[in-house]
């Protein structure tokens, strides 16, 4: 699976939007890209997945660049809620879907 | 939906005994589910994967013979630590997959275990 890097941790102002960056330059033509997040002593919460167009739901938009190189997650209002580490994971369609955690990104959204 | 489950949420164990740990998906099933170690302050490192009916695969360095995965039926996956020493004591969080062609991954909200 092609490793992804993500900025160790970021602020936010409350109400603001949150965008969160994530490089996969190894990323391969059938890896989508994976974001979730983990608050504090929980399981990790499924956000959002996209393989190359952009892609909204309910709690987030997901930019993917045309290469494919990097993505970003927007949360588009943070709350403080929306503490938590978020990891950006690449993964292959069909090839025992594994998921293979990196360091993530902790956001701190500050009121 | 994609609700995952895990019993019992927290342990506390003296050194040398077993704990099982349970991982179930209440509203699908689950041909795939796989089980995760998080140490404080660390990322999630993958223990090992489980399929309904067939022996479970261990990532590299993971002791099959120390942490048993039994996964009987399409709801529920289990883990074992046997023979837990302190070095053991750790989260341990399990996340289930819906089946064939789903890829996406539903966690559980972990487990967990001091072993004293």
């Known amino acids: 699976d092609a490793k992804t890097t993500q900025p160790p941790s970021m602020d936010c102002a409350e109400g603001r939007a949150a965008n969160l960056p994530c490089n996969h330059s190894?990323?391969?033509?059938?890896?989508?890209v994976y974001w979730y997040r983990q608050i504090h002593s929980q399981g990790p919460q499924y956000i959002i997945h996209?393989?190359?167009n952009n892609e909204t739901n309910e709690m987030a938009s997901l930019i993917i660049t045309e290469d494919r190189k990097s993505s970003t997650l927007i949360l588009p209002h943070a709350t403080l809620r929306d503490t938590a580490v978020y990891y950006c994971?690449?993964?292959?369609?069909?090839?025992?879907?594994?998921?293979?955690f990196g360091t993530g990104t902790s956001l701190t959204v500050i009121p | 939906g994609a609700v995952v489950s895990q019993h019992p949420s927290w342990v506390i164990c003296k050194s040398g005994t077993s704990v099982k740990i349970e991982c179930r998906s209440l509203?699908?099933?689950?041909?795939?589910m796989f089980w995760y170690r998080q140490f404080p302050k660390q990322s999630l490192m993958l223990m090992a994967t489980?399929?309904?009916?067939?022996?479970?695969?261990?990532e590299q360095g993971v002791e099959k013979d120390k942490f048993l995965i039994n996964h009987a039926s399409l709801t529920l996956s289990t883990l074992t630590v046997t023979s837990a020493h302190p070095e053991d004591s750790s989260f341990y969080i399990c996340?289930?997959?819906?089946?064939?062609?789903?890829?996406?991954?539903?966690f559980g909200p972990g487990t967990r275990l001091l072993v004293l």
């Open positions: 996340s289930a997959r819906r089946g064939v062609g789903q890829e996406t991954q539903y």
């Open positions: 190894t990323i391969s033509g059938n890896e989508y």
């Open positions: 994971i690449v993964r292959a369609r069909n090839t025992g879907n594994q998921f293979y």
């Open positions: 509203d699908f099933q689950a041909t795939t």
């Open positions: 489980s399929n309904e009916g067939s022996k479970a695969t261990y």
């Open positions: 996209g393989l190359k």
